[in-house]
């Protein structure tokens, strides 16, 4: 393929995610990997076709592994200060929640989503105090 080919392709993909879907930045990388292959063949590398593909299949691997976990954290992590600002504070289970399982807990007049991460089920009206948050579900355990 031409280094052009690379080049739209890999805008193509930047495009699409950033416009089209949200595919939680797959095709982000799948995109910046196109990029590199077209940089590299506009560059002098005059490389059989199935090599410029076995590198954009590498590179894809390598920075979908390598980055796109951290980067999608950075930027679209869980709420900001919902953490710090919960943990350690009691509130009461609205149903019955056996260890490991999920269900609905109100605190400080709301009401979210909680696992109980505890060995005891944590009964309807109990108290539960937060451990820990993931993303916007409360980390709880009897109290």
């Known amino acids: 393929m031409p280094w052009w080919g690379w080049i739209a392709l890999g805008t193509m993909l930047l495009v699409s995610e950033m416009l ?10 799948l995109g910046i990997s196109a990029l590199l ?5 506009l560059s002098g590398l005059d490389d059989p076709v199935w090599l410029q593909w076995l590198l954009f299949a590498a590179l894809s691997l ?3 592994v390598g980055f796109r976990q951290r980067v999608y954290g950075k930027l679209r992590g869980g709420a900001p200060g919902l953490a710090a600002e919960l943990v350690g504070q ?3 289970a609205r149903e019955r929640i056996d260890p ?6 109100a605190l ?3 009401v979210w989503s909680a696992r109980n991460e505890g060995e005891q ?3 309807a009206g109990g108290p539960v105090r937060v451990l820990r948050t993931e993303g ?4 709880v355990r009897s109290d």
């Open 37 to 41: 292959v077209g940089a590299a063949a």
């Open 20 to 29: 089209l879907v949200d595919l939680e930045f797959y095709l982000v990388f």
């Open 108 to 110: 400080h007049g709301s």
């Open 100 to 105: 490991s399982q999920q269900g609905s807990v």
């Open 121 to 123: 089920p944590i009964e």
């Open 136 to 139: 916007v579900t409360l980390v």
């Open 90 to 92: 009691t509130g009461r």
């Open 62 to 64: 390598v920075t979908l």
